[in-house]
């Protein structure tokens, strides 16, 4: 019996070690997975991605910081009912050339009469004054902008064109002609200057020319003869054609490979303006229609097939004559300014007048941004319009 009781006290203890071991080795096994709780300030969720601290490019003074664009409505045949001026800027005496960036950012505007032939660059957006560049002794007939954006080419009676690093106030390059020189642009592949002005005379003749120069070494590659001035110059889009002309009353089409005569297109006063519409089928000319005592009395617009060089339609009844024309970016209207600073538009589709504004001081000096989203005209006292498409629910 004792000895029984002994073996029961045995198994007893046995029993009791084999579960306190047990119990340690479950504890020994559970620590791995034990966590320290956060305190309740590091509770505040955090991103999973790698912060990496903001980078700054430094501005060079000298670079161009513009205000952020607003979204344009593109100005075109649906849209013209809402056209009006937005805001205007300007300096100076007199405005005769404005270009827009092909960005739509900033426009350059230039002019002058006996004083002040500075060419401004403004920042749409905003309506400040970024820059001046000063240079010309004399008018400032003409700017045009490179495709690329980077250069801007002006073109005055101190017979000179000028071509400039417009953000940096520089200039890249001055060429010298034998007399004033008013029309400018560079081919749609930006590889070709176009400047258009009076050349040496022959005897009682007066000679004009459209001198073309190679962009990236300013040679001169052709040469286009007119006569008396070329206040009108411009490239087919395709840049297959050069149509310029003006004071001889002569618009012609060369073929811009060799320089060939392909067409005359003949008016019954001077042209002072000319635009291909986007397609390319079609060569709209700036013109006067009717003349009393040698003053324009009445000023049109003449239509022509750019294939064959013959004449469409007149578009008349101007007050003055007609010293701006243009076509909207999808050809769907063309927009053309008389001296008196009339602007009129019109549908392609059968030239039907839809639009006129005669604004304020205004004078025949207009242009569309290359978007398609403004449009500039000038004032006789430096006073740039900008227009834009105003949707008033």
């Known amino acids: 019996m004792a ?8 198994c007893k203890w046995l029993i009791l070690f084999n579960t306190w071991l047990l119990i340690m080795l479950v504890l020994n096994g559970c620590t791995f997975s034990v966590e320290v709780l956060p305190t309740s300030s590091s509770l505040i969720p955090t991103s999973t991605h790698t912060s990496v601290p903001p980078t700054f490019t430094p501005v060079a003074p000298t670079s161009v910081v513009s205000f952020p664009t607003p979204t344009l409505i593109s100005i075109r045949l649906d849209t013209l009912s809402l056209l009006e001026i937005f805001t205007s800027f300007g300096e100076g005496e007199f405005t005769r050339s404005v270009a827009f960036t092909f960005d739509g950012k900033v426009l350059a505007s230039a002019g002058g009469n006996n004083e002040d032939f500075a060419i401004r660059l403004w920042d749409v957006a905003g309506g400040q004054s970024i820059l001046k560049l000063d240079g010309h002794t004399g008018i400032v007939w003409g ?27 520089t200039l890249i390059q001055s060429l010298d002609f034998p007399a004033e020189v008013v029309s400018v642009s560079f081919s749609p592949d930006g590889r070709i200057l176009a400047v258009g002005g009076v050349d040496e005379p022959q005897g009682d003749i007066q000679n004009a020319a459209i001198w073309t120069f190679s962009v990236s070494s300013w040679q001169p590659l052709l040469k286009f003869p007119e006569y008396w001035n070329i206040e009108a110059m411009v490239y087919s889009p395709d840049g297959r054609w050069l149509i310029g002309g003006g004071t001889s009353r002569n618009v012609k089409v060369w073929r811009t490979g060799d320089g060939t005569s392909v067409f005359i297109l003949s008016h019954a006063h001077q042209v002072l303006d000319a635009a291909v519409s986007p397609d390319g089928s079609i060569v709209a000319t700036a013109t006067c229609q009717v003349t009393v005592n040698e003053e324009c009395t ?44 009339t602007m009129r538009v019109y549908a392609t589709s059968d030239f039907q007048q839809q639009f006129e504004a ?16 403004l449009l500039a005209t000038g004032g006789n006292n430096g006073v740039v319009h900008l227009w834009k498409v105003v949707y008033r629910p």
């Open 3 to 10: 000895e029984r009781e002994n073996m029961m006290k045995q």
């Open 298 to 341: 009445e000023g049109g617009v003449w239509l022509w097939n750019l294939s064959n060089g013959r004449l469409l339609n007149k578009l008349r009844g101007f007050p003055d004559v007609v010293e701006s024309v243009s076509f909207s970016v999808d050809g769907s209207s063309m927009i053309a300014a008389s001296r008196n600073g």
């Open 358 to 373: 005669t604004p304020p001081g205004g004078n025949g000096i207009m242009t569309p941004s290359p978007d398609g989203g």
């Open 143 to 169: 700017l045009a902008f490179s495709p690329d954006g980077q250069m801007l080419a002006s073109v005055s009676s101190d017979a000179t064109a000028k071509i400039w690093d417009w953000r940096n106030g």
